[in-house]
């Protein structure tokens, strides 16, 4: 099993950044892939991006892409997103997850996720 505890999130103006973090604990960091998901209010949860056990290979939904950034340090058990050029549509509850060995777009197939971390952008 593997806990998650993502921070990092905040109130920022459109076309601000920001940089998430999810540290895990409690398994090997380095077995799991992990994804990122966001859920605004009224809407599905829906896949922002993923990431391989090595750090490889990344995915992104297209309305991030080339504005979001994945990474992870197996070294410090974390994964991150950095967020660029955020837009009002960007905020949500932005929450991480972990799921055994092969990376996956849909949320269904994460096994363990974290509490989420709020981000809000203004207009």
């Known amino acids: 099993q593997v806990q998650l505890v993502e921070s990092g999130g905040g109130l920022v103006q459109a076309g601000g950044s920001l940089r998430l973090s999810c540290t895990a604990s409690g398994s090997t960091f380095s077995t799991y892939a992990m994804g990122w998901f966001r859920q605004a209010p009224g809407k599905e949860r829906e896949f922002v991006g993923t990431i391989s056990r090595s750090g490889g290979k990344t995915s992104y939904a297209d309305s991030v892409k080339g504005r979001f950034t994945i990474s992870r340090d197996n070294a410090k058990n974390t994964v991150y997103l950095q967020m660029l050029s955020l837009k009002p549509e960007d905020t949500a509850v932005y929450y991480c997850?972990?799921?055994?060995?092969?990376?996956?777009?849909?949320?269904?197939?994460?096994?363990?996720w974290g509490q989420g971390t709020q981000v809000t952008v203004s207009s």
């Open positions: 997850a972990a799921r055994l060995l092969i990376t996956a777009q849909a949320a269904a197939n994460y096994n363990y």
